[in-house]
C-alpha cells in the first residue's frame, strides 16, 4: 500500500477546487445564469472527486451570491482601475480570493498564494502582481478575527 501525506494531498484538492471555482466565476461572468445550471453543466466536462467538487461548488457559489460586495471591495482598492476594465480572469481570481478571505477559514497567505498561482496561471505574469497588491491592501483592510 503507498503511503501518502494525507494533508498535501488534502492540499491539491482544494487547490484544484479553487481553479475549478475560479473557471466556473469567469464562465459566470461572461454568461450570467443560475449558478446551479452552470455547475451542472461545467461538471458534465471536468472530472473531479466529490469532495472537489463540493469546495468548488462551495466556494463559486459564494462568491457568485455576493459578487456586488466582492466588486465594491475591488474598485476601494484597484486605484485607477474601473471594474470594466479589468480581465475577466483577473475578476474572477480577485472576487474568490476576497470571498475566501471574508470567510476567514483559510490562512492569507494560502488565499494569497493560490491566487496568485491562478493570476499566472490563467492570465499573465504581471496579472500575479496586481492581484497579490489587491488582496494585500484588502487583507489590511478588514476587521481582524
Known amino acids: 500500500m503507498r503511503r501518502e501525506s494525507r494533508g ?7 487547490h484544484k477546487s479553487r481553479e475549478f ?12 445564469q443560475d449558478p446551479a445550471k452552470l455547475e451542472a453543466k461545467f461538471w458534465r466536462a471536468a472530472k473531479a472527486a466529490d469532495s472537489t467538487r463540493t469546495f ?3 466556494l463559486f457559489e459564494g462568491a457568485a451570491g455576493d459578487v456586488a460586495a466582492l466588486d465594491e471591495f475591488i ?8 471594474i470594466e476594465r479589468l ?3 483577473d475578476k474572477a481570481v ?14 492569507f497567505k494560502v488565499i494569497l498564494n493560490e491566487a496568485v498561482d ?3 496561471k490563467f492570465s499573465s505574469e504581471e496579472s500575479g502582481a496586481f492581484v497579490n497588491g489587491i488582496l494585500d491592501t484588502v487583507h489590511k483592510s478588514l476587521p481582524k478575527k
Request: proline share 4%; aromatic share 6%.
Open 8 to 14: 498535501a494531498n488534502k492540499v491539491t484538492l482544494r
Open 21 to 32: 471555482a475560479m473557471q466556473m466565476l469567469f464562465q459566470w461572468d461572461l454568461s450570467p
Open 56 to 58: 468548488a461548488n462551495k
Open 75 to 82: 474598485v476601494k482598492h484597484a486605484d485607477n482601475w474601473r
Open 87 to 89: 480581465a475577466a480572469i
Open 94 to 107: 480577485l472576487r474568490l480570493a476576497i470571498h475566501e478571505l471574508r470567510e476567514g477559514e483559510t490562512p
Open 118 to 120: 491562478l493570476a499566472k
